[in-house]
């Protein structure tokens, strides 16, 4: 791979990281907590959202290990397009106009909790597949600058988003409509992400591959020198 290809492959990474940003920040905990308190959620559904984020990840755990046995970046599309295609079902379940309100609150807690256990699965192949991509020497400094991208995102979008939330409590009989624009925006960002991702190609170091590994070869070499 060229110098060109391997800046090309780094930016369009970067590029599909603020864009999966942007998809989280939709995505978050108040967000599903202010969709739960206008569809008349009780206390106990709305603590769940908490439960959630914080068992998420062990429930994800198996299928991460079944994963494990898959191409790394294979594995990373599929997770997250399996989370995110939560997001699509929850969108139906608000425009259907029959479903009531406490079976929409079901549908927000069974649809985050899909996206957060398929997305913390999602963490070990991604960063197995991160290795391959960014080169081991620029790969501090490249998650760096993208963890300073997602606290830009953030602080940006998150009182926007607030604003936005708020906006949708004076039409009470539109909500519906409203809350499904958002979250569409949200999938379809998501999807953007996953399209631009998938034109990233390996440029950095294969697992495995590292000094570590080279250190019995050059031990040999160094041995049949004497």
């Not at 999966?20 to 603590?47: E, H, K, N, W, Y």
């Not at 960063?127 to 606290?151: C, D, E, Y």
């Not at 409590?169 to 399209?195: H, Q, T, W």
């Amino acid at each position: 791979m060229t110098t060109i290809d391997r800046k090309k492959s780094l930016s369009r990474l970067m590029t599909a990281m603020f864009f999966g940003s942007c998809s989280s920040v939709c995505l978050t905990p108040f967000v599903m907590v202010t969709i739960l308190r206008d569809f008349d959620a009780s206390t106990m559904q709305i603590t769940l959202i908490a439960a959630i984020v914080q068992i998420g990840g062990s429930l994800g755990l198996p299928i991460a290990l079944v994963a494990g046995n898959i191409n790394p970046k294979t594995a990373t599309m599929l997770l997250i397009s399996i989370g995110r295609s939560s997001i699509l079902a929850l969108i139906l379940v608000l425009l259907w106009p029959s479903v009531p309100d406490n079976l929409v609150c079901h549908g927000v807690l069974a649809g985050y909790l899909l996206l957060a256990v398929f997305g913390s699965s999602a963490g070990a192949p991604a960063s197995s597949w991160l290795k391959q991509v960014i080169p081991t020497r620029i790969h501090a400094s490249f998650m760096g600058r993208r963890m300073a991208l997602n606290s830009i995102v953030v602080a940006v979008f998150t009182p926007l988003i607030g604003l936005f939330l708020q906006y949708i409590k004076n039409f009470p009989n539109e909500k519906r409509l409203y809350y499904s624009l958002f979250l569409s925006i949200a999938f379809i960002v998501g999807f953007i992400d996953l399209i631009v991702l998938q034109r990233v190609e390996k440029t950095g170091t294969e697992p495995g591959a590292g000094p570590k590994n080279q250190l019995i070869p050059q031990i040999k070499k160094a041995v049949r020198k004497r």
